[in-house]
C-alpha cells in the first residue's frame, strides 16, 4: 500500500514556528511529487509547496514564510512554518504523485496518495 502520514501538528503562538512531517510508506520521495495542502473550517483545501526530483513551488501568499524541504535518506518531506498567524490555522495534509516536476500542482484533484492531515492551531 501506498500512504503518507504527517506529524509535527500542534499548537503553535502567533509569531512562532512549527515543523511538519510527511513520511511516505512504499515509496521514495525522489519518485514523486509531494505537495502540502491546508483546509480551514469553511475554506476550500489549497495548495502551500510542492517538491520534486525537478524544482519547487510555493504558493505567493505563504512564500517567505512557508519552505518545502525534503531529506532523502529519511525519506521525509517537511514543511517549515514561521511567524504564524491565525489565519494559518487549518488541518495540513501531505499529497503525492508519480513525478510530473510540479506539473499543477495547486490542483488537489491531480493527487492519487493522501495523508489523514495534521491540525494545526495557532493561538496565543
Known amino acids: 500500500q501506498l500512504q503518507l502520514v504527517e506529524s509535527g501538528g500542534g499548537l503553535g503562538q502567533p509569531g512562532g514556528s512549527l515543523t511538519l512531517s510527511c513520511a511516505p510508506s512504499g515509496f521514495t520521495v525522489e519518485s514523486y511529487d509531494i505537495s502540502w495542502f491546508r483546509q480551514a473550517p469553511g475554506k476550500e483545501r489549497e495548495g502551500i509547496a510542492c517538491?520534486?526530483?525537478?524544482?519547487?513551488r510555493h504558493k505567493d501568499s505563504t512564500k517567505g514564510r512557508f519552505t518545502i524541504t525534503r531529506d532523502n535518506v529519511k525519506n521525509t518531506v517537511y514543511l517549515q512554518m514561521i511567524r504564524l498567524s491565525p489565519d494559518d490555522a487549518a488541518v495540513y495534509y501531505c499529497?503525492?504523485?508519480?513525478?510530473?516536476?510540479?506539473?499543477?500542482?495547486?490542483?488537489?484533484?491531480?493527487?492519487?496518495?493522501w495523508g489523514q492531515g495534521t491540525q494545526v492551531t495557532v493561538s496565543s
Open positions: 517538491i520534486s526530483r525537478y524544482n519547487i
Open positions: 499529497a503525492a504523485r508519480q513525478v510530473t516536476g510540479c506539473v499543477s500542482w495547486e490542483s488537489a484533484a491531480r493527487y492519487d496518495i
